[in-house]
């Protein structure tokens, strides 16, 4: 099995930034990619950004590009989500996930991210 754990959501402020850390443990040889995800109160959970294991590739939700950065931490089955120049809509409890080669979506517990205005 592997275990997701999710940390470094808080409350912040609008415009200011905030690191959110993945660590995978157990059986991770299988993880091929990593990524977030998050629901904010009443709507459907929806994607974030994603990173590739193999070759780094990263992709991201329109509504964050340019604003929100996936990547590994130099310990493998680490990845991070550094968010910068926050909104309130971005308010959501956030997901990290882990996509295997035998075709299985794993989640995390999730971490709550507000943004005041």
């Known amino acids: 099995q592997v275990q997701l754990v999710e940390s470094g959501g808080t409350l912040v402020q609008e415009g200011g930034s905030l690191r959110l850390s993945c660590a995978a443990s157990g059986r991770t040889f299988s993880i091929y990619a990593m990524g977030w995800f998050r629901q904010a109160p009443g709507k459907e959970r929806e994607f974030v950004a994603a990173?590739?294991?193999?070759?780094?590739?990263?992709y991201y939700a329109d509504s964050v590009k340019g604003r929100f950065t996936i990547s590994m931490g130099n310990v493998k089955d680490l990845v991070f989500l550094q968010m910068n120049s926050l909104k309130p809509e971005d308010t959501a409890v956030y997901y990290c996930a882990a996509f295997t080669t035998d075709g299985r979506e794993l989640w995390g517990q999730g971490t709550q991210v507000t943004v005041s205005s």
């Open positions: 990173i590739n294991w193999s070759g780094g590739n990263t």
